[in-house]
């Protein structure tokens, strides 16, 4: 256990504390009056009730936790899992279609398409019982989530501008920021559609943050609609994992928060994913979730750009795409001409450029003398948890690798994708890696979901037949799992045990439904470890006649 687990669980340290460090078995912790005693328990089901910081962080330090969850429970999850996965094989095999030889003058045609409408009909029940029951818990875990985050000003600022948008056109989050369509407003009206609903209903930013993940899930779904269209993919699947993607997200309550990152990014990598198939379409979409979501999003566009321009070497082609491509954009300049407080047009892209280049995130401007390590050390990773660094360090050089190891098999099922996937994705890991001064984690959500959005795509149209490549996705996927992380090894030997038994790979959709539940059970188990369940209450009843007044704001960060 780590500093940061110990203050988590324990509080704060006294300022005389020490490290107690006993000297045997018998060892006898002093009680502290004033500390409000804890029952702690271990992986293993062992148990204890604390009753000083000093015996608290001993504990903590030797794995305890406040968590009651061990390794008896699961193994129930586990039985419950198999026992699931095992009534679905069964259904399936006993409504599977056998050839039915004609019996009473009664056809073969009609006999096939009676059972194979059977065999849906079972299908749809399964696939609908499951449903219900992976967003009810989804459902909860949202909104525990959304109950739990603090306050956060720029949430303040995105919801703001965006009712505004919505109601007048007015991008506006008030004259503290710099007024109507300020430079400073970064998360455009794309990203918080669902939160400006759930506010418009009911004035209620609990709501609200519940609404705009419920939008990020439904945006995906649109594209899965028009992929799945186009492409031959596992469509029940993609439709489980739509509202799973987002909570592998690392600090996924951006979505929440009304931020634009993951909004933009689903519009671009499944621009990206359709470019082939409708050009002039994703070249609109490619500019609606730079200018309409978040501006950082030019950079990967850029350089995917670049990669189609090198391969195709047609300047016409590139006229007729930078034609499609401003549409969004002089829809937006349009807004700023008759709304812009602080100067013309002229000066807006002026003041906008200047914002990018001189950003303490951007790197542009910062000590050429810094290093890499210690640009790493003193910025927001050296808070970072093992898994974070993993994550978001290593498994993107994995996910590249295999792109390379797979790209005649990507290009030939997806057009030419792969250089173009690879540079847009490669371009912001190294700009948030190397150039980044700051290196907040919300930035890196511009290549994190790159990443699990291409994987998803790929488990999901069976490319490979090669078993270490559905390991090696596995793995890259199961490492974003992010509250229990002992489900990360179970997951890969669940799929390990798989592919032993498995001899023909042609169709391996299981691993699919496998990584699906056991992203399920991550995100179920705080349910059955909370004491209570919360309420929704309104914690901002001043922000009922107006959220852009000020007595609105100072309610908001008082609060």
Request: net charge positive; charged share 15%.
């Amino acid at each position: 256990m780590s500093i940061q687990d110990i203050k988590r669980i324990c509080g704060t340290a006294p300022e005389d504390y020490t490290q107690v460090i006993p000297t045997g078995s018998n060892y006898i912790f002093y009680n502290d009056p004033s500390y409000s005693a804890l029952n702690l328990y271990d992986f293993f089901g062992g148990a204890a009730t604390v009753n000083s910081y000093e015996e608290c962080a001993y504990y903590v330090s030797l794995g305890f936790d406040t968590s009651e969850f061990n390794i008896f429970d699961i193994g129930t999850y586990a039985i419950a899992a198999l026992g699931i996965f095992l009534a679905t094989v069964f259904l399936l095999k006993k409504f599977k279609f056998n050839k039915i030889s004609l019996k009473s003058g009664v056809s073969h045609k009609y006999l096939q398409t009676r059972t194979l409408l059977k065999k849906k009909k079972v299908k749809f029940a399964i696939l609908g019982i499951y449903t219900l029951i992976q967003n009810y818990f989804i459902f909860d875990f949202v909104k525990t989530k959304a109950l739990r985050i603090p306050k956060f000003i720029d949430e303040y600022i995105a919801l703001t501008s965006n009712v505004n948008f919505f109601q007048s056109l007015d991008f506006n989050a008030g004259s503290f920021i710099g007024g109507s369509y300020s430079i400073y407003l970064t998360s455009g009206p794309i990203s918080s559609l669902g939160s400006v609903v759930g506010w418009f209903v009911t004035n209620n930013i609990y709501i609200s943050r519940i609404s705009n993940y419920y939008w990020l899930v439904f945006l995906e779904l649109i594209f899965i609609y028009l992929l799945i269209r186009f492409y031959k993919m596992s469509a029940s699947s993609l439709f489980l994992f739509s509202s799973l993607f987002i909570l592998l997200i690392p600090w996924w309550q951006g979505g929440l928060y009304s931020l634009g990152e993951i909004a933009s990014m689903i519009i671009f990598i499944n621009s990206l994913f359709l470019f082939s198939k409708f050009r002039k379409t994703s070249l609109i979409l490619f500019s609606f979730s730079i200018f309409f979501g978040k501006i950082l999003t030019l950079l990967p566009f850029s350089f995917f750009y670049l990669a189609i321009l090198s391969s195709e070497k047609s300047v016409k082609k590139a006229v007729t795409d930078f034609l499609y491509f401003i549409i969004p954009l002089i829809t937006w300049l349009i807004l700023i001409f008759f709304n812009f407080e602080n100067g013309t047009v002229f000066e807006y892209i002026q003041q906008q450029i200047s914002l990018v280049l001189n950003h303490q995130s951007s790197g542009v401007a910062q000590d050429t003398s810094i290093n890499i390590v210690e640009s790493i050390s003193t910025s927001e990773v050296s808070n970072w948890n093992f898994y974070d660094k993993l994550r978001l360090g290593y498994s993107p050089v994995v996910f590249i690798i295999l792109l390379l190891k797979n790209k005649s098999k990507i290009n030939n099922y997806f057009g030419n994708l792969v250089y173009p996937l690879i540079s847009a994705f490669s371009i912001t890991y190294i700009w948030f890696w190397i150039l980044s001064p700051t290196k907040w984690m919300r930035y890196s959500q511009h290549f994190s979901i790159i990443l699990i959005i291409t994987l998803l795509y790929f488990l999901s149209s069976n490319i490979t037949k090669d078993k270490i490549d559905y390991l090696l996705i596995t793995a890259l996927l199961g490492i974003f799992i992010e509250n229990q992380k002992f489900l990360i090894l179970m997951l890969l030997g669940v799929v390990v045990l798989f592919l032993l038994f498995k001899k023909d790979t042609s169709n391996t959709i299981i691993i699919n439904y496998i990584i699906i539940i056991f992203i399920f059970i991550d995100i179920s188990i705080p349910y059955f470890e909370k004491e209570f369940i919360s309420e929704i209450q309104n914690p901002l009843p001043e922000c009922l006649i107006s959220i852009s007044s000020e007595v609105c704001r100072d309610a908001y960060i008082e609060g």
